[in-house]
């Protein structure tokens, strides 16, 4: 176990693992000492010179980014003497920085900004023309970058280098004309590149997805889980209804990858982040019954007219086709809906082709769906065997199932245009789910679920790790949680 050093800042008593800096120690206790260029992950260069302390029985003052905890260090890091190196650096930084912050994205969140204000409030020295350098310049699919607005930090390159080892950022140049860029001949196109944005501490490197979409303060901030693979890497969802946004229709403004050290450490990849841009588009808000007649329904209508014609065959003819982006408490009245009541058998849970993909050392996994893990623990995937979409189809082929209920999954899109008629020639077909997809309008019954962000749950990552998400957004229309629809189903399939 790792010595427990003790020492003092400002006059509080910290304390510092054997090997921390001093900086890191004052992080981890929640004491803030101005900085850019250190990085948890990403190391400490000691280049932005932001962390000046004064230590206690020296001279000089330090940067606590490389000095080691001592036991019994005094540290002082707002006396005047300390305040006055921190503002001579941030002058520095401010020197050719342009004043752009009404149109820079980074407003509201930019280092630069919040410094100013705590540590800076001198009046500028500056009387020539600033240094100009490369403005808007897209790097890849996901960032762009303004090099005007660089302070040379290089976390944006420690993090090509260091994590996603991609390598397609660099230094060019020499000092006053320093500037960063991509790699002659190279794209930022690395699937963890969306964290740059987040890395970046001054707004030169900006997600071009979230670019002049919303100011940050009116986002609000909910702690939420990705439902992009079985990784889960705990995010947090920032999404503006207070103040309207309609460029792209969106209420989810963008995810953020949120700390946990035994899931994704800071990050998240880009599948994950940009993966729902798309989230209110193609959704479900209505209760139908499609066939025979049509008619909107509300929900205890649909229930009971659901639960009677569910218990109106054999239940070895009744098919049900889920998949893990199910919560654990979507799961469990699932199980006790289809399993316990109905004695359904013939279950499909394993992921759509496309929803197995690439998967590398650092976040990405093979399956693309979140909570396969909270199936196994209720029996699905060990006592209950799930069948093939080839199996699938070929017993509606042979008229085995008669009946088919699918939740959040699209068995056209699987199938092609076979699968179409295959979904014709069933006697009931149910769909639920957020989307409409290719699948909901042959359904004779169509019940709109909440998406992830809309209800608040668990899901099991694939290590076993038990994560809760919360609301951050009201359902849209008559939307509700799965686990809601099967147990109101239930109560009408029992009688
Ligand atoms: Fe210490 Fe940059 S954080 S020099």
């Known amino acids: 176990m790792a010595k427990t050093i003790k020492f003092s800042l400002d006059g509080r008593h910290l304390s510092a693992l054997e090997g921390e800096t001093v900086l890191e120690a ?42 080691l905890a001592r036991e019994g260090l005094v540290i002082r890091s707002v006396t005047s003497a300390a305040r006055r190196a921190q503002a001579s650096a941030l002058e520095l930084h401010l020197l050719d920085h342009p004043l752009d912050c009404p149109v820079c994205d980074q407003s509201g969140e930019c280092g630069l900004q919040d410094y100013y204000m705590d540590i800076g409030r001198y009046p500028s020295a ?32 420690r993090f090509t280098s260091q994590v996603s080892k991609s390598h397609e950022l660099g230094i060019f140049g020499r000092g006053h004309s320093q500037v960063v860029d991509v790699v002659p001949g190279r794209t930022l196109d ?78 998240m990849c880009d599948a994950g982040r940009y993966g729902f841009a798309d989230f209110d588009s193609d959704r479900l808000g209505k209760v139908m019954r499609l066939k025979p007649a049509a008619a909107e329904l509300s929900w205890e ?35 006790s809906l289809f399993v316990d009541t109905l004695k359904a058998s013939r279950f499909l849970f394993s992921p759509e082709p496309d929803q197995v993909g690439v998967e590398d050392e650092l976040l990405r996994r093979r399956e693309k769906v979140p909570n396969l893990e909270g199936g196994k623990t209720l029996g699905f995937g060990t006592q209950i065997q799930s069948m093939s979409w080839d199996g699938l189809a070929k017993d509606i082929g042979a008229g085995k199932v008669w009946g088919l209920y699918v939740v959040d999954r699209d068995p056209v899109k699987v199938w092609g245009e076979k699968g179409r008629k295959l979904l014709e020639r069933l006697d009931l077909l149910v769909y639920q789910g957020p989307c409409k997809g290719l699948s909901g309008d042959l359904a004779h019954y169509r019940l709109p679920a909440a998406a992830w962000l809309e209800e608040e749950g668990h899901f099991i990552n694939f ?33």
């Open 26 to 67: 004052a992080e981890r206790s929640g004491v803030r000492i101005p900085h850019y260029c250190w990085h948890k992950a990403l190391g400490n260069p000691g280049n932005c010179r932001m962390c000046v302390v004064e230590v206690e029985g020296t001279t000089k003052l330090q940067v606590s980014c490389r000095l």
């Open 126 to 157: 500056m009387r020539e023309d600033k240094a100009h350098a490369g403005k808007s310049i897209p790097l890849g699919p996901h960032i762009m970058l303004d090099q005007e607005r660089c302070i040379m930090c290089t976390r944006c390159t």
């Open 190 to 267: 690395n699937p963890y590149s969306g964290n740059l944005a987040d890395v970046c501490p001054v707004g030169a490197l900006t997600d071009r997805d979230f670019r002049f979409q919303v100011r940050v303060w009116y986002l609000d901030e909910t702690e939420s889980v990705c439902p992009g693979c079985s990784r889960g890497c705990a995010i947090f969802a920032h999404t503006s209804t207070r103040r309207p946004w309609h460029n792209k229709g969106r209420r989810l403004a963008r995810l953020k990858p949120r700390y946990d050290s035994d899931v994704n450490g800071h990050w």
């Open 301 to 335: 209508a649909a229930q009971r007219e659901v639960a009677a014609a569910l218990r109106r065959k054999s239940a070895e003819g009744l098919a049900v086709v889920a998949s893990g982006a199910l919560s654990n408490e979507d799961w469990k009245a699932f199980k």
């Open 463 to 495: 290590q076993g790790h038990v994560q809760g998400y919360r609301q951050a957004l009201k359902p849209l229309g008559a939307a509700k949680p799965d686990w809601e629809i099967f147990a109101g189903m239930e109560k009408d399939a029992r009688v």
